[in-house]
């Protein structure tokens, strides 16, 4: 399975501000899938991201509140806007190629976010 | 729409004992069933998928379709084992993502 690599792996911030997500996979790869884990919860869906165009966001998620990048097929980013206690969670990104469509999804390490 | 149900938040076994995770789901298609494992600290890792039907640390899974189920099984439970284990359904469409359970955490005791 391809090596993903996310950064920061954990961080405090401060009501109000963003935070940048990065995820950096070792092959290209057609589609990033973001997930979010709030605590003591299951992993949710927020958005889609493929290469050249906009991302597509899963209900109760919007661009303005987390607008991703997908500047080309092996990186990703996710930032979390204006971020409110709330919004505490790990961050989780994960890699699907079409030409592996069967394969099964793997996942980054994720980022542990929390909101002061 | 898909859905993935684990009832039980919370297993708690001895060591030795068999195990057993329930997972059922809704889909009206026919879909791939995967059992993802979240050890303490540590990234969210595939255990096992439903095509593959191999044993993996001793867990097996089956899908049965009459039931919509795939329950988690291991005949004698191991301390090591203790983790969160999330069942996850992904449309066979070949390219659609993951719907998760809300997971279950096994603690093995000694």
């Known amino acids: 399975s391809a090596v993903i690599s996310q950064k920061p792996s954990r961080d405090i911030c401060q009501r109000g501000t963003s935070l940048t997500i990065q995820c950096q996979v070792d092959?290209?790869?057609?589609?990033m899938f973001w997930y979010r884990q709030q605590p003591g919860q299951s992993l949710t869906l927020i958005a889609t991201a493929n290469q050249g165009s906009e991302a597509t966001y899963e209900s109760g998620f919007v661009i303005d509140k987390f607008p991703i990048s997908r500047p080309n097929l092996t990186f990703s980013t996710l930032t979390v806007s204006n971020m409110s206690p709330e919004d505490s969670s790990i961050y989780l990104c994960s890699p699907s190629s079409r030409q592996k469509s069967n394969q099964p999804q793997h996942f980054g390490d994720g980022t542990r976010l929390s909101i002061l | 729409a898909q859905r993935v149900t684990q009832p039980e938040k919370l297993l708690s076994v001895f060591k030795g004992a068999p195990v057993e995770l329930k997972c059922n789901y809704s889909y009206s298609g026919s879909p791939e069933l995967f059992w993802y494992v979240q050890y303490s600290r540590q990234r969210l890792q595939l255990l096992l998928r439903?095509?593959s039907r191999e044993s993996i640390k001793g867990f097996t899974a089956d899908l049965n379709k009459g039931e919509t189920s795939f329950h988690l099984k291991k005949p004698f439970a191991q301390e090591e084992d203790s983790a969160m284990y999330y069942c996850?359904?992904?449309?066979?469409?070949?390219?659609?993502?993951?719907?998760f359970g809300k997971g279950t955490m096994l603690l093995v005791s000694p």
């Open positions: 092959s290209q790869v057609t589609m």
């Open positions: 439903h095509i």
């Open positions: 996850a359904l992904r449309m066979n469409s070949g390219y659609s993502t993951l719907t």
